[in-house]
T-cell receptor, first 113, second 106 residues
Framework: NAGVTQTPKFQVLKTGQSMTLQCAQDMNHNSMYWYRQDPGMGLRLIYY???????DKGEVPNGYNVSRLNKREFSLRLESAAPSQTSVYFC????????????FGNGTRLTVT | KNEVEQSPQNLTAQEGEFITINCSYSVGISALHWLQQHPGGGIVSLFMLSSGKKKHGRLIATINIQEKHSSLHITASHPRDSAVYIC????????FGKGTKLSVKP
């Protein structure tokens, strides 16, 4: 009964370093999402994937890349981290219907120094 | 631009009080979510609704599509209800409000 599993929980990077955030869901959901959450702002969509093999940009995609490796997994990559990418990142998944509930991972707290 | 506005931003209540959190939006939507973010950071979906009213335990969510407004009510509030409550609307991809931070004092 894992739901959405997101790793790592915490990460500290130096400016210019790269890393990949991993996300996997076991609910057979078609749609997966990456959000960032910053103080004083609502969750903002970075990228999403409506189905295996497809990805689309969200509101704040610059500096990120994603891969929908298969139906279960959706990873987020920071190629060259910047302090502006210090944030809490959430992965989420949902069924295909617009009225499907969202399921969130526990978040990754990333600090870029 | 703030397409989703929540009020109040912060709310402190005494245990047992009836609580209302409001969400107004300016775009046409197909559905609206209410989410709860625990102090530890995890986010849980409470409700998803496109019309009328839904109830789960002490939580009630209502939506008025014509007025572009939704409310989340908590009856007989308890300290464990302390969390950030987030409204999100679906015109396409989700648009999130900034959240309402609720603190319930014993």
């Amino acid at each position: 009964n894992a739901g959405v599993t997101q790793t790592p929980k915490f990460q500290v990077l130096k400016t210019g370093q790269s890393m990949t955030l991993q996300c996997a869901q076991d609910m057979n959901h078609n749609s997966m999402y990456w959000y960032r959450q910053d103080p004083g702002m609502g969750l903002r969509l970075i990228y999403y994937s409506a189905s295996e093999g497809t990805t689309d940009k969200g509101e704040v995609p610059n500096g990120y890349n994603v891969s929908r490796l298969n139906k279960r997994e959706f990873s987020l990559r920071l190629e060259s981290a910047a302090p502006s990418q210090t944030s809490v990142y959430f992965c989420a998944s949902s069924g295909s219907s617009y009225n499907s509930p969202l399921h969130f991972g526990n978040g990754t707290r990333l600090t870029v120094t | 631009k703030n397409e989703v506005e929540q009020s109040p931003q912060n709310l402190t209540a005494q245990e047992g009080e009836f609580i209302t959190i409001n969400c107004s939006y300016s775009v046409g939507i197909s559905a609206l979510h209410w989410l709860q973010q625990h102090p530890g950071g995890g986010i849980v979906s409470l409700f998803m609704l496109s019309s009328g009213k839904k109830k789960h335990g002490r939580l009630i969510a209502t939506i008025n599509i014509q007025e572009k407004h939704s409310s989340l009510h908590i009856t007989a509030s308890h300290p464990r209800d302390s969390a950030v409550y987030i409204c999100a609307v679906i015109p396409g991809n989700l648009i999130f409000g900034k959240g309402t931070k609720l603190s319930v004092k014993p």
